[in-house]
């Protein structure tokens, strides 16, 4: 094998190849979503709580297999929209929605599809890590696999490839039964990554997924992110605009005016919304110069 040819594998954190490693194939899920990356789409996307409009008529593209990063002041919609994404806005009393959100075509609002089917396929992470505190790693791993009562013969491969993949399989390898209270905020996030992971979902949502953690635990799920990227769509709520920067593929800027509801005001790759947008107000946003 020639160096190339070894640089072209895939990497575990440990530094070991994966192809290496005949224990780490990618373990069958049976009831679990379609393999691979999706395309989410936003059609015109409305929310509201109670009377108050606060997101109108997004349009957004989230390519299969690529990083989107949402960016934008506070207040403006993001969190709002994300949760439009995987049908968590229903959860909250009197919010109300427009438009179509679509998975790969399919609308996940359509009458008889299930919005725990469609979260499923659509994981989320929280600002806040918020793994389950008195179970061990290993069973915070698969409770996303329990929840769903999803069957999978081979958990042992699962819980590793999950650790691997949310980068968190080195430090805890030694300590799978300890408790998932026990780790540090930056190892809690990733193993609540790894979680997300678990169930194999096609697209992973994140909202703010650093902003409680230190640079280097920020540094490590940036690098999970990007070797997610391929594998999983991923859609990241961020206001550190190095970090969207560095991350993503493309971006989409929110804003709401005064009063008014948020709405995206430019999207694109995210070298051209860095380096020459066409709206003025998303290069002082990106700049800093307000928000
Ligand atoms: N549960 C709720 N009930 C009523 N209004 C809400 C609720 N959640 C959010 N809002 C309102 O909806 C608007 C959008 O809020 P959202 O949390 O989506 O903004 P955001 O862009 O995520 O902000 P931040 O960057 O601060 O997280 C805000 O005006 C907010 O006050
Ligand atoms: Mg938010």
Redesign the pocket.
């Known amino acids: 094998m020639t160096d190339l040819d070894e640089r072209a594998l895939p990497m575990t954190d440990s530094g070991i190849l994966l192809a290496e490693r005949p224990s780490v194939g990618r373990a069958t899920i049976i009831g679990g979503p379609p393999p691979g990356a999706a395309t989410l789409e936003a059609k015109g996307a409305c929310a509201w709580?109670?009377e108050?409009l606060?997101?109108e008529g997004v349009d957004l593209i989230m390519p299969a297999g690529q990083v989107t990063a949402l960016i934008?002041?506070?207040?403006?919609?993001?969190?709002?929209?994300l949760r439009l994404l995987n049908r968590m806005h229903e959860l909250?009393p009197?919010?109300a929605l427009d438009g179509e959100i679509l998975l790969d075509g399919d609308d996940i609002y359509a009458t008889g599809t299930r919005a725990q089917q469609v979260r499923m396929r659509i994981g989320m992470v929280f600002q806040k890590p918020n793994p389950f505190p008195a179970m061990s790693i290993r069973e915070n791993v698969l409770a996303g696999l329990k929840l769903a009562r999803l069957k999978c013969d081979e958990k042992d491969d699962l819980v590793e490839q999950s650790l691997i993949r949310a980068g968190l399989w080195k430090e805890v390898r030694d300590r799978l039964d300890s408790a998932g209270g026990a780790l540090s905020g930056g190892q809690q996030q990733r193993l609540c990554i790894a979680r997300s992971l678990a169930v194999q979902p096609n697209v992973l949502l994140m909202?703010?997924p650093c902003s409680a953690l230190d640079p280097t635990s920020t540094r490590r799920v940036e690098e999970t992110i990007d070797e997610l990227r391929g594998e999983v769509t991923v859609v990241i709520?961020t206001?550190n605009m190095q970090q969207a920067n560095r991350v993503s593929d493309s971006c989409a800027f929110?804003l709401?005016a005064e009063n008014q509801p948020?709405v995206v005001v430019e999207q694109g790759p995210t070298r051209k919304m860095f380096e020459n947008p066409d709206d003025p107000r998303t290069l002082d946003y990106v700049e800093g110069r307000f928000g």
């Open positions: 709580f109670g108050r606060v997101l934008g002041p506070s207040g403006c919609g993001k969190s709002t929209f909250i009197g919010a909202d703010e709520v206001h929110f709401a948020g």
